[in-house]
């Protein structure tokens, strides 16, 4: 698979990063729009204009159903124009009930609520075909203690790919639960006494302790990106203490509060130092809610992998809708810990941040940039269905009070409660952007 990871580091330069921040916007809007038009379609709703972009227009081809595609300079954003409307946001003006059945005013009220709910929904089935597709290929790990590959670590031992793990000081383990219990009982040290199977016979051999400070992922945005730190890094000493298990690099951050600590890190037979101020961090838990901890932003791995086994397409399937439902309940949950003041405001992303980590995301590969795109869809998603004017929840809120009242709201309120929401949306906005700014 083409990495896009490689190109990146091949140019480098803000203008790549950049590029596929603009990427991962316009391919999530020309969805959602898509969403609109091709329903609106559906419902016989004539679409005039879509549109990738704001501004002058750049590119631009009417199809065999008259309507007007074209891709604009300002790639913040895009819209779907239907006929009726008397302006992008889809505002009708004037008598609707006397509007044609082609138009978005005059069309039945199940087909403008069906049009309307259609971007945000087209968005989350971008995220579950992105997180299926993003299974099915990375597969599960095995089940199983058989070496498939070994990290490269600055400490010799006697592990090699394609031994299987059968005990560990003294104690026999059949799997990874196994190995994970037994860790309960062990005292952490550098080197452990190991027995593996290897080519048909038990041998005795030396091997790291399993949890290992070897970093296999960055979080963007976060102090270890800031800072340089990458995967296949290996932190060897934290303030001159040395360490060789995650868990002790863990209660130093925790125990630093912020403070700054300076990393010996090495990588394929290089050391070097590195500074970094752990950030404040607010998790969401299992069970709900939040934890303020303390974090460098790194995960970090075992010094084996066991290797991948396919995923049944089923099973892919119905992970990738959960994924997506967990990535919409951590986003509320978030959303409204802000609004109430349990955590910071500094965990609501901006236009800077999102564009940040669009090119950091890039930058570590394929997989993690389609992965972002994943979240960063049904967040725009979500986003887009809350009952604020001009929005699609704001439409669907006008639709449900036509639904009982048995009318639409009149022009003049429909025109106050648009300024509003456009205030709405832009205090928002402005908010985000000073959260990207002020907050580390």
């Not at 300002?74 to 009930?97: E, H, I, R, W």
């Not at 959960?322 to 986003?331: G, N």
Request: hydrophobic content about 45%.
């Amino acid at each position: 698979m083409f990495e896009i990871g490689s190109l990146i580091n091949a140019f480098g330069g803000v203008a790549w990063l950049v590029f596929f921040a603009i990427v991962a916007i316009s391919i999530i809007v020309a969805v959602h729009e898509f969403g609109h038009y091709i329903v609106g379609r559906w419902c016989g709703i004539h679409a005039e204009v879509f549109s990738v972009g704001f501004g002058p227009v750049l590119l631009s081809k009417t199809d065999r159903h008259g309507t007007l595609w074209q891709v604009a300079a300002l790639p913040l954003g895009g819209y779907v124009k239907f006929k009726g409307d008397s302006n992008a946001a889809s505002v009708q003006t004037g008598d609707v009930t006397r509007m044609a059945r082609d138009t978005m005013g005059g069309a039945p009220l199940w087909a403008r609520a069906a049009t309307a709910a259609a971007g945000p929904v087209f968005n989350f089935i971008l995220s579950a075909v992105l997180f299926f597709g993003l299974f099915v290929t990375q597969g599960q790990p095995r089940a199983s203690l058989v070496v498939d590959t070994v990290q490269a670590l600055p400490i010799a031992h006697d592990i090699r790919p394609g031994d299987k793990i059968v005990a560990m000081e003294g104690i026999d383990i059949a799997s990874p639960q196994d190995m994970g219990a037994a860790l309960d009982q062990i005292e952490p040290a550098p080197l452990l006494d190991y027995v593996v199977e290897r080519d048909g016979q038990r041998v005795a051999a030396r091997g790291p302790y399993p949890s290992t400070t070897y970093i296999v992922g960055v979080t963007p945005t976060s102090a270890a990106m800031d800072a340089g730190l990458q995967e296949g890094d290996v932190i060897t000493a934290v303030d001159g203490v040395q360490v060789f298990t995650l868990r002790q690099v863990e209660r130093i951050v925790r125990a630093s509060e912020g403070q700054p600590l300076t990393l010996s890190v090495w990588n394929a037979g290089t050391t070097r130092q590195v500074t970094l101020s752990p950030r404040r961090t607010d998790l969401p838990l299992p069970e709900g809610g939040f934890e303020t901890r303390w974090l460098m932003g790194v995960f970090a791995g075992t010094f084996f992998e066991p290797g991948n086994d396919p995923l049944p397409v089923g099973r892919a399937m119905k992970l990738a809708v959960e994924r997506t439902v967990d990535v919409m309940q951590s986003s509320l949950s978030g959303l409204y810990h802000i609004v109430t003041g349990r955590i910071s405001a500094c965990n609501l992303s901006g236009p800077i941040t999102i564009a940040e980590t669009s090119g950091q995301m890039a930058a570590m590969g394929t997989m993690t940039f389609l992965s972002f795109l994943a979240i960063l869809s049904t967040g725009i998603g979500l986003m887009n269905l809350f009952p604020i004017p001009m929005l699609d929840g704001g439409h669907l809120t006008f639709y449900a009070y036509e639904a009982v009242s048995g009318r639409p709201p009149s022009e003049r309120a429909m025109r106050i409660l648009m300024s509003i929401g456009v205030g709405l949306v832009m205090t928002l906005m402005f908010f985000a952007i000073l959260t990207d700014l002020i907050c580390p």
